[in-house]
């Protein structure tokens, strides 16, 4: 079965400063693909960064970037110069070929709160 | 604009009365999905649907039902609700599947008495 690990359910960070939201995943395909969402208190879901197994280099999006060990089955997100705008829950997501067909896994999430 | 709409966005119902939760997308999509979110346990998806007349069961489809009828629209059906069926429900849709950007409705809250 495949699964997703978050095993941060609350984190903080200070503005401007950096912080790393910690997720694990076990599935034993070799193709896949990796997700960060966010949900800020509007609900809204939103993706933050995408990463494709097969990639070597880590994903980057603005001040959002990822540390991707694929060995270790570990998907770190980086945040830097956090902003109060980044205050949300981020949920880590697995999505594997399959014979099951596209199920896409999420974490439990991790909220995130930011103070000025 | 381009978006997910769901209606409604809350709804208090009682046990056994059947609903139905509409999800619409202009995106002209062909990958669509239906999740629900519970405390402690993040996102579950519970069917979705590859193309017109397409639907496979993900996760937790158990009391659930789903059609595609037409490309834009994806309704979720709750024939006999039961109170454990409260929860928050997202629809979303991306171009062809799960690898691709999703795009989520802005969620339906379901109290089930």
Partial sequence: AQTVTQSQPEMSVQEAETVTLS???DTS?????????????????ILVIRQEAYKQQNATENRFSVNFQKAAKSFS?????SQLGDAAMYFCALHSFNQAGTALIFGKGTTLSVSS | ??????????????????????CSQNMNHEYMSWY??????????????????????GDVPEGYKVSRKEKRN???ILESPSPNQTSLYFCA???????DTQYFGPGTRLTVL
């Fill in chain 2, 1 to 22: 604009e381009a978006q997910v709409t769901q209606n409604p966005r809350y709804l208090i119902t009682v046990t056994g009365k059947k609903l139905t939760v509409t």
């Fill in chain 2, 74 to 76: 994806f309704p979720l």
């Fill in chain 2, 93 to 99: 849709s991306s171009i062809q599947g799960a690898t």
């Fill in chain 1, 77 to 81: 997100l980086k945040i830097s110069d």
């Fill in chain 2, 36 to 57: 629900r979110q519970d405390p402690g346990l993040g996102l579950r998806q519970i069917y979705y649907s590859m193309n017109v007349e397409v639907t496979d069961k």
């Fill in chain 1, 23 to 25: 997720c694990t995943y």
């Fill in chain 1, 29 to 45: 395909e070799s193709d896949y693909y990796l997700f960060w969402y966010k949900q800020p208190p509007s609900r809204q879901m």
